[in-house]
């Protein structure tokens, strides 16, 4: 997860919580990583663009989003500006990474 800067943080509570993307020039409100559920990502994950959108999306937004019917480019490109606009890395995991170093036993 990235760090939100003190202006991004105060930027985010000014919208009551949401960060903000833009879709094809259409400004979208997205809820705080913090509010999402593990199902959210799995419907990212699997291509349920629709059904992620319900979950992030601010309630007025998700039709927006819907209409839109943007191609996969364009919606790969919102999905990160989405989760970067509220502190979360695209394709990076919390876990711990392992070491890239050789375990081969001699």
């Known amino acids: 997860m990235s760090e939100i800067t003190s202006a991004e943080a105060q930027e985010i509570e000014a919208t009551d919580g ?17 509010h999402w559920r593990p199902s959210y990502m799995r419907a990212l994950r699997q291509g349920d663009y629709d059904g992620w959108a319900a979950g992030v999306l601010h309630e007025d937004d998700v039709q927006l989003f819907i209409d839109e019917d943007a191609t996969f ?5 919102f999905t990160t500006a989405a989760m970067e606009a509220v502190g979360e890395t695209p394709g990076k995991s919390g876990a711990r990474s392992r070491s890239s170093r050789s375990t081969r036993k001699r």
Do not use: F, T
Request: charged fraction near 25%; proline fraction near 0%.
């Open 73 to 77: 480019d364009e919606i790969n490109a």
């Open 18 to 34: 949401y960060g903000v993307a833009e879709l094809n020039g259409i400004s979208l409100r997205i809820k705080s990583v913090s």
